[in-house]
């Protein structure tokens, strides 16, 4: 080991940025990622999520105050979302913009934000499970990715925010 060592450390301090990867579980995890995104600088937010009134109550006790403090640090939001809230019932503050997409069509099973340098995400599938990504490459690459989404939803139908997916909305 000690002769691999040198050869193992001149590799690493050659190495591109490496990103930092940490994973969290549960409720707690869940708060955990929320606290992280609230420590970030940038004031640009970007995400693709589920809004379902089920999985809005697994993620809710927390929720609101987080979109309290997102408001009050000046947090612009672009969010491509799908299920079956209307915009206007997750859209909280005139610098947040949604644009919603068909469940059938962009069947978004968790969430994922990007903020300054960092990615998060996570499922609120049978247990939550989360994750945070420290990279500054990564995240410009999604956040370039969402831009393009974005973009794209915003020419797409409206979809149907119905409760059930074959009554028309009036």
């Known amino acids: 080991f000690a002769q691999?060592?040198?050869e193992l450390r001149a590799l690493l301090s050659g190495a591109a940025e490496r990103p930092r990867v940490r994973f969290f579980e549960?409720?707690?995890g869940l708060r955990a990622?929320?606290?992280e995104i609230l420590a970030t600088d940038a004031k640009?937010?970007?995400s693709v999520f589920i809004a379902r009134?089920?999985?809005n109550e697994i993620a809710t006790p927390d929720h609101e105050p987080f979109d309290r403090a997102l408001v009050a640090?000046?947090?612009h939001v672009h969010g491509i979302y799908n299920g079956r809230?209307?915009?206007e019932e997750i859209s909280a503050h005139p610098d947040w913009q949604f644009v919603r997409v068909s469940d059938q069509q962009f069947p978004f099973k968790g969430e994922i934000i990007v903020m300054g340098s960092k990615i998060?995400?996570?499922t609120y599938s049978g247990k939550i499970i989360g994750s945070i990504i420290e990279s500054a490459d990564l995240a410009e690459t999604l956040r370039t990715t969402l831009r393009l989404a974005w973009e794209g939803a915003q020419r797409l139908p409206a979809a149907d925010a119905s409760p059930n997916p074959s009554t028309p909305t009036p």
């Open 4 to 6: 691999v060592l040198p």
């Open 26 to 28: 549960g409720p707690e």
């Open 33 to 35: 990622i929320r606290e």
């Open 44 to 46: 640009d937010l970007r």
């Open 53 to 55: 009134a089920d999985v």
């Open 73 to 75: 640090k000046g947090i």
């Open 85 to 87: 809230i209307a915009a």
């Open 120 to 122: 998060f995400a996570f």
